[in-house]
């Protein structure tokens, strides 16, 4: 197939990407040889593209199905392809050429995908997410929505997802504060995420509670369902009444503590990260039970989840010598969690609906007086990946 007949570069849709995928970045310079090409972009970066890559990611109708956009081609039914021919076309597209045994084959590249995937150490760490970590001046730039920009505009909704991505928490004001709006807020994003609690679930104070949370007891900091092998990762809360004395919620940045007590105890913090504790929860319906550690670390060492609920704490089940310096490692993690410094205070009030991200911001609430009036939340659970869907799929347009 000739790169002209492929139909897969069109003005909507690059590389069968349906994210039209642009760059305000130019090709100055293409240079081949057998196991690849070289670009040189206007901005001095130098990006590297091996032939078995380029072959592999290639979008043409026979190399991905036409209408699922899926890699139908299998790399290892096939000869390590070389480069025959490359060169930077009209339109700042790049024509590949590809040798591999007896066949041969074209494929075309937009500037724009390149750009995109392009795998050079600039390009690797400008794609890293930043993340903004925060201690109790948060509250003076928490990310607000208004309800109506949230469910009726793109900047609304994507205001909301960007917050909870950098910060890992975000507030919504004037949602109706009626029974199962909540999830009206979460289908915006994508399908909400069950559990044993449901759907979603009711913070009331029962008289039969088969969970701290629906007592009137005031609830440390913690996240919710570390029971779970994959706890959910985004909690909404929806305050549909609220004139109890107390009840106030608070919010920790557990990145931000965890990277403190790195600093400062890099023992403690090696303790909490390298050993799985148990958690557990059960009822007359289940009995869920997990094993992970406090703070977990992705390969390059950055945080990647917080895990603390100190009444799904199961016994622990670790080495003899390591039990004592686990309850001190806790004991150390904790009281920097109790600090003042570290924490978001919300009187969440009718109609505010406030999100985080479960791996990250730990929840609790101070105590209230059941008797002094009613204090009714709702809450459900999304997932990460359909928050980030919901974004890449704002950026289409
Ligand atoms: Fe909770």
């Not at 109506?148 to 960007?162: K, N």
């Not at 679930?201 to 913690?222: F, I, K, Q, R, W």
Request: a negative charge; proline letters at 5%; one cysteine or more.
């Amino acid at each position: 197939m000739l790169a002209a007949d492929l139909n897969c570069v069109t003005s909507s849709a690059s590389m069968a990407d349906l994210a039209p995928l642009r760059t305000t970045r130019n090709l100055v310079d293409l240079a081949q040889d057998l196991e690849g090409i070289t670009l040189v972009w206007d901005d001095g970066r130098v990006s590297r593209f091996t032939a078995a890559w380029l072959r592999d990611n290639c979008a043409c109708p026979q190399c991905r199905h036409p209408q699922a956009l899926e890699r139908t081609y299998m790399f290892i039914d096939h000869a390590t392809p070389t480069i025959l021919a490359a060169a930077i076309g009209p339109g700042e597209v790049v024509d590949i050429t590809f040798a591999a045994g007896s066949e041969s084959h074209s494929s075309r590249f937009t500037k724009g995908w390149l750009r995109e995937y392009g795998c050079c150490e600039d390009a690797l760490r400008e794609r890293e997410f930043t993340q903004r970590l925060w201690g109790s001046d948060i509250a003076s730039r928490l990310t607000t929505v208004s309800y109506a920009d949230y469910m009726h505009t793109s900047d609304g909704v994507r205001a909301w997802i960007d917050a909870i991505q950098t910060d890992g928490v975000a507030l919504l004001k004037g949602v109706p504060a009626q029974p199962g709006q909540l999830l009206e807020v979460g289908r915006r994003i994508g399908p909400i995420r069950a559990t044993n609690f449901g759907d979603h679930y009711d913070v009331v104070s029962m008289p039969n509670p088969n969970a701290s949370a629906y007592t009137a007891m005031g609830l440390e900091l913690h996240t919710d369902l570390a029971n779970w092998r994959s706890p959910p990762d985004v909690q909404l809360l929806c305050c549909l009444k609220s004139t109890v004395t107390g009840g106030e919620s608070v919010f920790a940045d557990g990145f931000m503590v965890a990277e403190e007590l790195r600093i400062a105890d890099p023992e403690t913090h090696g303790l909490l990260s390298t050993h799985a504790l148990d958690f557990r929860f059960h009822d007359d319906s289940c009995d869920i039970r997990a094993r992970a550690p406090t703070i977990e670390l992705d390969r390059a060492g950055r945080h990647l989840q917080v895990r603390f609920n100190n009444w799904l704490r199961a016994p622990m089940r670790l080495p003899e010598d390591v039990i004592e310096p686990m309850y001190q490692a806790l004991a150390t993690f904790w009281r920097m969690l109790r600090s003042p410094r570290f924490h978001l205070n919300v009187r969440l009030e009718p109609g505010d609906l406030i999100a985080y991200n479960n791996h990250r911001v730990l929840h609790g609430r101070a105590p209230f007086d059941p008797r002094s009036g009613e204090r009714h939340l709702q809450g459900c659970y999304l997932n990460l990946e359909d928050l980030q869907s919901r974004l890449r799929l704002l950026d289409r347009v």
